[in-house]
């Protein structure tokens, strides 16, 4: 039985030199199995609007939806961190917001941390939750929730002013009490710079091999989609495959009379096996 996570865990980690892993979950069982697996910390992402709610985009992810996988996932109990994304709107329009926000993800989620997007201009935000003792991960390059501001998803930080800014940025996160930077789309060699450059830890999705640590989306990595996945995904597995190989395989047994079988029904007489049916 391993030791509960914490945020003070994940800074001696990178302290120690010791690779972060990171995975979304969106629910009770995917939670339990990436627990399980070994995963230091797991984030209720925004990225449920599209691989769990079907949106376009991460943009009209609700508060309440973060909130109701929030819940599903500590319902868990996992030793990993749990971390829950604020959603588009819910920390952008006031200081004020931004807090009572991060409280309801811990209030009412069960969240252990919070997540926001952006750099310097959201120093006080982070100031603000920190005080209020919630634990925040900052964001910063590929940040998905500014989609329409970046005119769609293009790697960041390529020419060397808009580096030198997302440096600049880490430093001004660290600074305001982030204990961790996710670090998205930007190109390896500036995901080091800024690594070697604060103390705190980032993790990266598409940000290369000398990160802290890494997450990627529990489906992307399963090899559960409906489009093309980003060069910076592995896929472990092939799950959508073998569900749908799977699905198709109740369909013809259906269809064709060989499903339920006698060992799948229940007899009248065989009371003992009733019994252990479970049901
Ligand atoms: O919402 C999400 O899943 C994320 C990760 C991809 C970092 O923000």
Not at 73 to 85: G, M
Not at 171 to 189: H, K, M, S, T, Y
Not at 218 to 226: A, K, Q
Request: charged share 25%; aromatic share 6%.
């Amino acid at each position: 039985m391993r030791d509960k996570v914490t945020k003070n865990t994940i800074l001696d980690m990178k302290a120690r030199g010791e690779k972060i892993v990171s995975l979304t979950s969106y629910d009770y069982l995917c939670a339990k199995i990436v627990d399980e697996s070994g995963v230091d910390m797991i984030l209720v992402g925004d990225s449920l609007g599209m691989v769990v709610l079907g949106f376009e985009n991460t943009l009209p992810v609700t508060m309440e939806e973060i909130i109701h996988h929030c819940k599903a996932v500590a319902r868990a109990r996992p030793k990993a961190l749990v971390i829950a994304d604020m959603p588009f709107m819910s920390y952008q329009a006031s200081v004020e917001d931004a807090v009572r926000n991060a409280g309801r993800l811990v209030k009412e989620g069960g969240a252990e941390s919070v997540k926001l997007e952006g750099g310097q201009r959201y120093v006080p935000v982070i100031e603000a939750i920190v005080h209020a003792s919630i634990p925040v991960v900052g964001h910063l390059g590929l940040t998905p929730q500014s989609l329409h501001q970046f005119g769609g998803y293009r790697v960041q930080g390529k020419d060397s002013r808009s580096a030198d800014l997302l440096v600049e940025d880490a430093a001004a996160l660290e600074r305001a009490g982030c204990f961790a930077i996710v670090l998205e789309g930007i190109p390896w060699q500036l995901a080091k710079r800024i690594t070697e450059s604060v103390s705190i830890p980032t993790i990266g999705i598409g940000a290369g091999p000398h990160c802290s640590g890494q997450i990627l989306v529990v489906h992307d990595m399963l090899g559960i989609h409906d489009r093309p996945l980003p060069r910076f995904v592995k896929k472990y597995a092939d799950l959508g495959l073998a569900m749908q190989n799977a699905v198709s395989a109740y369909v013809r047994e259906v269809k064709e009379g060989r499903f339920p079988g006698m060992e799948h029904s229940y007899d009248a007489e065989g009371r003992k096996k009733d019994r252990t049916a479970g049901k």
